[in-house]
């Protein structure tokens, strides 16, 4: 199984900073994970949302004050700044923060930009030059409906740099995922690249209000799933549920299913925190502490998964390697 270091080694760097890839890809992460927004001016950058308040100082730069606005996305109010509204150079002037500073700290805040998606590529290219093994790349469009409402899709620039940085055909170290279908489904007609269906525990795609991801997950989902896709990316409570208690309950038939349609299996996200852990797991009861995340991902290696995402490589890749031995 392949582990996807989740915003890159998110558990212990900013989420989406090149500092995150880079301690990611030295703990053996065999792929990277940058979600991807569009700035004002066309180029794609790494954050889980165009929204930027939660993992930028934007907030703190009084040039910038004017441009807090509401907007409408994916059907929701969301107050705060926006990528779109950013040129690449105004954005390059913030720096990253901690999302999660309760639990992890605030030890890294102001040291980071806000990576392109070309500047993840180059980064790969240094590293790779170097290895048997390319370390492989799996961006996630993030709001592509909303993106193409403003004139900003993500697919012809997306497509574009993946060629140009040598990313071609079915082997290609790389898998494209979203959350939406519309978007996978474009990219299927012009691309070979593997795709990635994204699918949550609850709701459906933004861009498909009849839709629902419980639909998707049946076998007659799967197929039409695997008419456009290489494999789904599941929450990971859809493989194995949480009791009421926060135990793991007993696995649902997923993989399985997925498997018979032809489709890999990637769930996310395993993170080492008690806070995330489930119950049997847990190392006490601080939520910031760290409990036994091998212990958890064992008990989904027995499920069959194909690979995971998870923020924090300095657990998951010995757990997936001690049991790729059993
Ligand atoms: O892309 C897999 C996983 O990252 C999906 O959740 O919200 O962290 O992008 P999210
Ligand atoms: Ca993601």
Redesign the pocket.
């Known amino acids: 199984p392949i582990i996807?270091a989740?915003?890159g080694a998110s558990g212990e760097r900013p989420e989406h900073t090149l500092a995150s890839y880079e301690l990611a890809i030295e703990q053996g992460a065999d792929f990277i994970?940058p979600?991807l927004v569009l700035t004002k001016d066309g180029v794609l950058v790494a954050r889980?949302e165009n929204e930027i308040s939660e993992t930028t100082d934007v907030a703190d730069h009084p040039e910038f004050a004017s441009r807090k606005a509401t907007k409408t996305i994916d059907g929701k109010a969301v107050s705060g700044w926006f990528t779109e509204d950013f040129t690449l150079a105004e954005l390059k002037t913030l720096r990253a923060k901690e999302r999660l500073p309760q639990l992890r700290g605030t030890a890294h805040d102001g040291q980071y930009e806000v990576p392109t998606f070309a500047e993840i590529l180059d980064l790969l290219a240094r590293v790779n030059t170097r290895r048997a093994h390319p370390v492989g790349v799996?961006p996630?469009t993030?709001h592509p409906t909303y993106f193409v409402s403003i004139g900003l899709p993500h697919e012809g620039p997306l497509l574009a740099i993946l060629d140009q940085y040598g990313y071609r055909g079915r082997a290609a170290p790389v898998f494209i995922?979203s959350?939406e279908v519309a978007n996978l489904k474009a990219i299927r007609a012009k691309s070979n690249l593997p795709l990635?269906q994204?699918m949550?525990g609850e709701g459906g795609p933004a861009d498909d209000a009849k839709q629902s991801y419980a639909a998707m997950t049946t076998p007659a989902g799967l197929k039409a799933v695997a008419a456009y896709a290489d494999g789904i990316?599941p929450?990971k409570t859809m493989i194995i549920p949480r009791g009421a208690l926060g135990t793991l309950g007993d696995p649902t038939h997923l993989v399985r299913d997925a498997h018979a349609a032809g489709l890999k299996v990637?769930p996310?996200?395993f993170r080492r925190e008690n806070y995330f852990l489930p119950l049997d797991d847990k190392g006490g009861l601080n939520p910031a502490g760290h409990g036994d995340l091998a212990a958890e991902i064992d008990m989904y290696l027995k499920t069959g998964i194909d690979g995971l995402?998870s923020d924090n490589p300095r657990e998951a890749v010995p757990a997936v390697q001690a049991g790729a031995k059993r």
């Open positions: 996807i989740h915003r994970e979600d889980h799996y996630e993030k995922q959350f990635i994204l949550d990316g929450n990637h996310w996200t995402f």
